[in-house]
């Protein structure tokens, strides 16, 4: 998303981190691209940004081999769709595979399928709403986000998520402010959420 889009451009480039599920990968890390600040936690591989670091900022090397990676990872996922449609970490994992190729509309076919199988479940919904926020379905994001806190009234990213989306694209600030308070007062240990909560708050 360019900045065009994006109407609060102090914040040219805000946290975001790709969705994955726990029993698939074992480290976390927060991606920095270029978004609002719409805020996606989760454990995923290393991340573009991470490789290239450590390198010596080369960068390039290091994007085409997590993309090479990818790639891989997507093979594996179609397999195992294929032996089993109804295998939702591997759903997950296809869509996610996806979403870190920035390919919404192709992550959003094994999520969605994985959604019908698991409605309920806040791994898939989250993976769910980054896919629509970047395609600019703003009100199918915020769906994917309200539907978590009726499972869980005290997710503070989905909270922090529909707080920005009220703000930012529904132009209703006071229900996104609502969200924000929500999230300072419920979130204990994301001192990056809570500083970006108070950021749009303006406190």
Request: no cysteine; charged share 25%.
């Given at each position: 998303?360019?900045?065009?889009?994006?109407?609060?451009?102090?914040?040219?480039?805000?946290?975001?981190?790709?969705?994955?599920?726990?029993?698939m990968?074992?480290?976390?890390?927060?991606?920095?691209?270029?978004?609002?600040?719409?805020?996606?936690?989760?454990?995923?591989?290393?991340?573009?940004?991470?490789?290239?670091?450590?390198?010596?900022?080369?960068?390039?090397?290091?994007?085409g081999?997590a993309?090479?990676?990818?790639?891989?990872?997507?093979?594996?996922y179609?397999?195992r769709?294929?032996?089993?449609?109804?295998d939702?970490?591997?759903?997950?994992?296809l869509?996610?595979?996806?979403?870190?190729?920035?390919?919404?509309?192709?992550?959003?076919e094994?999520?969605?399928?994985?959604?019908?199988?698991?409605?309920?479940?806040?791994?898939?919904?989250?993976?769910?709403?980054?896919?629509?926020?970047?395609?600019?379905?703003?009100?199918?994001?915020?769906?994917?986000?309200?539907?978590?806190?009726?499972?869980?009234?005290?997710?503070?990213?989905?909270?922090?998520?529909?707080?920005?989306?009220?703000?930012?694209?529904?132009?209703?600030?006071?229900?996104?402010?609502?969200?924000?308070?929500?999230?300072?007062a419920?979130?204990?240990q994301?001192?990056?959420?809570?500083?970006?909560?108070?950021e749009?708050?303006g406190k």
């Open positions: 998303m360019t900045d065009s889009r994006v109407p609060f451009g102090r914040k040219a480039v805000v946290l975001a981190v790709f969705l994955a599920l726990a029993a990968f074992a480290t976390s890390f927060l991606y920095r691209m270029n978004n609002p600040n719409l805020f996606v936690k989760s454990q995923a591989p290393r991340s573009f940004a991470e490789e290239g670091g450590e390198r010596g900022g080369q960068g390039a090397p290091a994007m081999g993309m090479n990676g990818a790639m891989s990872r997507v093979k594996e179609m397999e769709v294929k032996g089993n449609p109804e939702v970490e591997a759903l997950v994992g869509g996610n595979s996806f979403l870190m190729m920035r390919a919404w509309d192709r992550a959003l094994p999520l969605e399928k994985a959604r019908s199988l698991r409605p309920d479940d806040a791994t898939v919904l989250k993976a769910v709403g980054i896919a629509y926020f970047n395609k600019e379905e703003y009100a199918k994001a915020s769906e994917a986000y309200e539907t978590i806190l009726k499972v869980d009234p005290q997710d503070t990213l989905a909270l922090f998520n529909l707080g920005v989306i009220n703000k930012h694209y529904f132009k209703k600030p006071d229900i996104a402010q609502t969200y924000f308070e929500k999230v300072l419920l979130e204990k994301d001192a990056e959420m809570l500083k970006l909560a108070r749009e708050l």
